[in-house]
């Protein structure tokens, strides 16, 4: 086994900004927006890192799929340890219809070109909130999942998740090589520190652009309209029971 | 040493006596009595303060053991803040070692997440200095877009405005200027600075001046990060970094925390005035677009402040492909009641009917605020200090009547760098420390146009101290400066630390604010989030307390409690303890904008901003 661990990183709007929704509703505002490491990115890397730090793996490789500003998200794994990053060129218009199918397809190809034995990606991006891009990708290689992780040992050749479902925790042994997709609790990531951040200076980030993997970047989807939420409208306050039911009547929903 | 208002100290002492032990809440587990400087009994004050520089770790048990070694790193010159300042050093620097064929590693550090996230301004910008430092900056697409094409200037009345006439000459005269987008201006400097080859660290505070054993300045460290909120290291806790200088630039803005210890530490205001300040709250608005006069600028004076409370608004129409405006408000610090609140000074401000009308249809997309130096020439501190020199905002260039400090703190920057170049690429500088002192600074920003405009202003804010406020400081304008160009051989002084200005409350009338509409005028915590501010949640408070108990003691005792009216962010709230009678001061320091005014207004002093992990604090775009 290559001991190779591929781990994806998305450049997402930081989760403490106020979105803004453009004025013709095609999309959000991105422009000058402060962007940072989507957090379950973050708890991916340290993942695979811990993983480097107990030698069960050999090398980390940090994936990302954007614009020139991808860099970036790239570094800051870097810092964090991973040895090298990808980078793979999607901007202008490819980029706003970027979405987890090209992305998995994406992963795929990285996966067999860099023989790695794990995909390790966050559960989902904060900006679309889709959660498809790690299970498409292991369809796609035909690989085993262990997705909403919360816990992974390595045993030999074969990996132990515990995963976070509805009703508790579920636990699965699955074959390697696999895809695995980290939830909240997995781990807490570590900071990127000012030293580590000049060190990561001097690792190398490839360039690549989703043609030299084969991959086509057609969306099958077509963004109609983009809304934000309705404004919440003023609760009332009744004094008794009578005059609530009245008012529920009056507004339909008894 | 009775404060005079001993009725309010006894009520005071009454609720501190009345509480019993205090439920102690998860973030804070211990309990801490501390010492009342004045009488009384033992009092249990909730622990707020947490940080390390007021509780050191030498001796605290939860820090045994743990590697305090740092990183250190060696650069040539290290440049503290992102600004204009610094940003306009940085390139300064490359650019004259570029020419001159010299190696120069700069290293620049800021504790925004990106250059650009903590910047805010009006801003009208004179563009003299920009043109000297990028001659071709419209080729290299400096995001100058809006021509000042009109400039109206107002005294408003509750219903009505009185239009004042702006004659060429008054220092508020805005032709040749541009209106900007100062944090899109700062994010366009960094990406120059980068090309040049300036490393720069966004997301990396300097937390710590760093002495050479002769004294002078060695350098600075970034903050530790992976505390939490008790004080105690988390199993991600790592050391800052240290990074050592010739010269090391302090360019933090106004009222730097750095800048503050070193005030202190080499003595550099024995000679100047203590700096006073004011307040600038800020939004952008998106407005109807049949309402929308690109380059217009309005400035109004008036109600809502009363003529002793200097203060003011601008409004300004950007032109930049969508009708864009940014308005604000600005209160001088020196205010003396402490009902006063700047907050919903400027959300009633925008009621008037010649503010409202322009806003009317439309939406706010962004808030902020920050605090600005209003002392001019008479608060200049001694600038030089050996290692190491003050620019920008920090230690003070800002054209008061001009309301302009931009082109100022860029002159002051360059300066600086024109001055330090070539004593840090000398080959064998005799320097008498091991930090260089480079006191040619001081002498060419004395002689430069910086200094020549500061001083022909020094007398219009301090005019304002008389019995006529506002209008006795329009007339003095008026005659001294428009006719005589502030050759006047007196200097007026300013009254004093803005922090020493609050009446006590009892002698104060509470003002009444109108309740904010939601429509023209908002709530503080929506505006809060509008700033898209945030911070790690466990750390240590980054405003700490140097006593604990002296809010409640003091601040709420005779002030009512000041900083949860001045404080643009809503991070000091006085909230009733949870078990027994009586107040406790609540931080909310997620909320802090980094503004700086509770350092710089808290009547006790007894607050000192530190900075907080990097990276955390507003997340302005184009502010």
């Known amino acids: 086994m290559s001991g190779r661990v591929l781990v994806g990183v998305k450049r997402v709007i930081d989760y403490a900004v106020k979105i803004r929704v453009k004025p013709d509703n095609s999309a959000v505002v991105t422009d000058g927006v402060k962007h940072s490491m989507n957090p379950f990115c973050e708890i991916a890397v340290e993942e695979a890192v811990k993983l480097k730090e107990k030698k069960l793996v050999k090398e980390v490789v940090a994936v990302s799929c954007g614009p020139q500003q991808s860099q970036e998200t790239i570094r800051t794994a870097l810092a964090m340890g991973a040895d090298r990053g990808i980078h793979v060129e999607v901007s202008g218009k490819d980029y706003e219809s970027l979405g987890p199918l090209q992305v998995s397809k994406i992963m795929a190809a990285l996966a067999k070109k860099e023989e790695a034995q794990f995909i390790i990606l966050g559960k989902q991006a904060i900006d679309d909130d889709c959660n498809q891009t790690g299970q498409m990708t292991a369809a796609l290689l035909d690989w085993p999942q262990g997705t909403f992780a919360s816990e992974v040992s390595l045993e030999g050749d074969k990996v132990m998740v515990v995963r976070e479902i509805d009703g508790g925790l579920e636990t699965i042994r699955i074959n390697t090589p696999a895809v695995l997709t980290a939830d909240l609790r997995l781990n807490t990531p570590r900071y990127a520190t000012l030293p580590n951040i000049m060190k990561a200076k001097k690792k190398k980030i490839a360039n690549v652009k989703p043609a030299d993997l084969g991959v086509d970047l057609t969306s099958r989807l077509e963004v109609l309209r983009v809304e934000e939420p309705p404004q919440r409208q003023a609760g009332m306050k009744v004094e008794t029971v009578e005059d609530l039911v009245a008012k529920l009547r009056d507004a339909g929903k008894v | 040493m009775m404060f005079p208002a001993c009725r309010y100290v006894c009520k005071a002492h009454r609720c501190i006596r009345a509480l019993t032990t205090l439920r102690t809440d998860s973030a804070a587990p211990q309990l801490y009595t501390s010492i009342h400087r004045r009488t009384c009994s033992s009092v249990s004050t909730p622990r707020i303060t947490t940080h390390h520089t007021i509780h050191p770790r030498d001796n605290d048990p939860r820090w045994e053991g743990i590697e305090m070694e740092r990183f250190a790193d060696e650069a040539d010159v290290v440049i503290v803040g992102g600004g204009p300042a610094g940003l306009s050093a940085a390139i300064r620097l490359k650019q004259l070692a570029n020419e001159q064929e010299k190696e120069l590693r700069v290293c620049l550090v800021e504790k925004a997440p990106q250059i650009g996230a903590h910047t805010l301004s009006g801003a009208c910008l004179e563009p003299s200095t920009l043109i000297e430092l990028f001659p071709d900056w419209k080729e290299r ?429 809503g991070v000091y709230e006085y909230v009733p303890v949870e078990t027994g009678d009586g107040m406790r001061l609540q931080i909310n320091a997620q909320n802090c904008v980094h503004c700086k005014t509770c350092d710089i207004k808290d009547p006790s002093q007894n607050i000192n901003w530190v900075v907080p992990e990097g990276g955390g604090g507003p997340a302005y775009n184009g502010m």
Request: with cysteine; proline share 7%; aromatic share 10%.
């Open chain 2, 141 to 569: 697409g400096a995001p100058l877009n809006t021509p000042v094409t009109e400039d109206v200037f107002s005294i408003f009345t509750e219903k009505h405005r009185i239009p004042v006439p702006i004659l060429p000459g008054l220092p508020m005269q805005n032709h040749g200027n541009y209106i900007v987008r100062l944090g899109n201006l700062v994010r366009w400097l960094g990406e120059q600075a980068e090309e040049l080859g300036v490393e720069i660290y966004p997301g990396y505070a300097a937390a710590e001046v760093l002495f050479h054993e002769d004294g002078s300045v060695k350098g600075i460290a970034t903050n530790d990060v992976g505390i939490a909120k008790d004080g105690s290291p988390k199993d991600v806790f790592e050391r800052g970094m240290e990074l050592h200088a010739k010269v090391t630039l302090f360019g933090e803005g106004c009222h730097g925390h750095l800048a503050k210890q070193l005030y202190k530490q080499f003595n550099l205001r024995e000679n100047c005035e203590p700096q006073t300040y004011a307040i600038g709250l800020k939004e952008l608005w998106m407005i109807d677009e049949k309402k929308w006069r690109p380059g217009r600028t309005e400035h109004s004076v008036g109600w809502p402040l009363d003529r002793h409370t200097y203060g003011g608004s601008f409004l300004y129409h950007l032109n930049e492909g969508e009708p864009l405006v940014a308005l604000g408000f600005v209160v001088g610090l020196d205010y003396s009641n402490p009902y006063l609140s700047p907050f919903r000074e400027f959300q009633r401000w925008k009621h008037h009917p010649f503010v409202a009308s322009t806003l009317e249809g439309g939406q706010r997309i962004a808030y902020g605020a920050r605090a600005l130096n209003e002392g001019g020439f008479q608060c200049i501190p001694k600038l030089t200090f050996p290692g190491g020199l003050l620019i920008g905002c920090s230690p003070g260039f800002m054209n008061v009547p001009k309301i302009k400090g931009t082109h100022t703190a860029m002159k002051s920057g360059m300066l600086a760098a024109e001055a330090i170049f070539p004593k840090v690429t000398a080959e064998n500088l005799d320097s008498e420390t091991a930090g260089i002192h480079v006191p040619e600074y001081s002498e060419s920003l004395k002689n430069s146009s910086v200094w020549k405009e500061l001083h022909a202003v020094r007398n219009i804010r301090p005019s304002f101290h008389n019995y006529f406020g506002l209008y006795g400081g329009m007339v003095y304008t008026g005659i001294f400066y428009w006719m005589l160009r502030g050759k006047e051989p007196w200097t007026l002084k300013h009254r004093g630390m803005d922090a020493n200005q609050l009446k006590p409350a009892k002698d104060c009338k509470p003002i009444e604010y109108p309740k904010p509409d939601g429509k023209i005028s908002f709530d503080l915590l929506s505006s809060v989030a509008l700033s898209g501010t945030n911070h790690e949640g466990d750390q240590p408070p980054h405003l700490t307390l140097k006593d604990d108990s002296i809010p409640v003691a003091r601040n709420l005792a005779i002030y009512d409690g000041p900083e949860q009216r001045f404080c643009p962010a």
